[in-house]
T-cell receptor, first 113, second 117 residues
Framework: SQKIEQNSEALNIQEGKTATLTCNYTNYSPAYLQWYRQDPGRGPVFLLLIRENEKEKRKERLKVTFDTTLKQSLFHITASQPADSATYLCALDVYNYGQNFVFGPGTRLSVLP | GAVVSQHPSWVICKSGTSVKIECRSLDFQATTMFWYRQFPKQSLMLMATSNEGSKATYEQGVEKDKFLINHASLTLSTLTVTSAHPEDSSFYIC?????????????FGPGTRLTVT
């Protein structure tokens, strides 16, 4: 069956450290994968997109990797800050033309001061 | 990106009544909008794809007669929850999808919290 999993429901890290979140999928072949941030009671906010032929993508303190062999994406936040505390969702465009996105369950990140 | 608004941000209604939720694309003409539902501590579940000028496409298991979608213009889609019941209480979020060349990015509204008593 098709499945998207994110490594843990919740992750606590100390301020200044690097947070690493994992997204694994089975029985999908997405052309690209996305990461979103969601704050409580709000809609998700787009962060990064990485294509299947890209190994790594960076944006400021964020870095995403995509391994289509392992069917896994890693999302890193370096020099984490309490303001980074939120739920992070990965998403696959399962039909590869922007018409059907499937979201992972999310990881709730807490950055402790 | 795109700016998407929703109205109302929250609504409480009695069981058996109907509720309409509006989704507006403020700076982008969207031929397609998406409606999601999110239960507490769960991820987003796509309910339907709203197509301007034509019928919506519903995901498996979503009752089209219960969740009426109307996409009357390029900037407005509405979701009407008919004969609402307590199990319909959820967070409803709409989105538009933009292509940036590399792929599609979704921009979400702020969501509508529906509570059915």
């Amino acid at each position: 069956s098709q499945k998207i999993e994110q490594n843990s429901e919740a992750l606590n890290i100390q301020e200044g450290k690097t947070a690493t979140l994992t997204c694994n999928y089975t029985n999908y072949s997405p052309a690209y994968l996305q990461w979103y941030r969601q704050d409580p009671g709000r809609g998700p906010v787009f962060l990064l997109l990485i294509r299947e032929n890209e190994k790594e993508k960076r944006k400021e303190r964020l870095k995403v990797t995509f391994d289509t062999t392992l069917k896994q994406s890693l999302f890193h936040i370096t020099a984490s800050q309490p303001a980074d505390s939120a739920t992070y969702l990965c998403a696959l465009d399962v039909y590869n033309y922007g018409q059907n996105f499937v979201f992972g369950p999310g990881t709730r990140l807490s950055v402790l001061p | 990106g795109a700016v998407v608004s929703q109205h109302p941000s929250w609504v409480i209604c009695k069981s058996g009544t109907s509720v309409k939720i509006e989704c507006r694309s403020l700076d982008f003409q969207a031929t397609t909008m998406f409606w999601y539902r999110q239960f507490p501590k769960q991820s987003l579940m796509l309910m339907a794809t709203s197509n301007e000028g034509s019928k919506a496409t519903y995901e498996q298991g979503v009752e089209k007669d219960k969740f009426l979608i109307n996409h009357a213009s390029l900037t407005l889609s509405t979701l009407t929850v008919t004969s609402a019941h307590p199990e319909d209480s959820s967070f409803y979020i709409c989105s538009v999808s933009l292509t940036r060349g590399a792929g599609y990015e979704q921009y979400f509204g702020p969501g509508t919290r529906l509570t059915v008593t």
